[in-house]
């Protein structure tokens, strides 16, 4: 049986990533984002951690030296 709550997993684009960020950044808070967007926070929380890590949103470019050790 499939809880009516939960949400199907989304996957969104860099643009629609960048704009997020980029509202967080200009003070918009987070819950207003999350309730706005429909967004589960940890995807927002996301976006925000991977554009000040590498400015990418792509997982390859989030890794750790490390990960990318044990995946090569």
Do not use: W
């Not at 950044?25 to 554009?51: G, H, M, N």
């Not at 470019?61 to 995946?71: F, S, Y």
Request: a positive charge.
């Amino acid at each position: 049986m499939v809880n009516q709550h939960q949400h199907k997993p989304r996957s969104f684009g860099v643009d629609f990533k960048a704009q997020k960020v980029k509202l967080y950044q200009q003070e918009k808070s987070r819950s207003e984002l999350v309730k706005q967007y429909d967004l589960a926070p940890s995807a927002l929380d996301r976006c925000i951690s991977q554009s000040s890590q590498s400015g990418s949103f792509k997982t390859k470019d989030n890794r750790t030296p490390e990960q990318n050790e044990l995946i090569a």
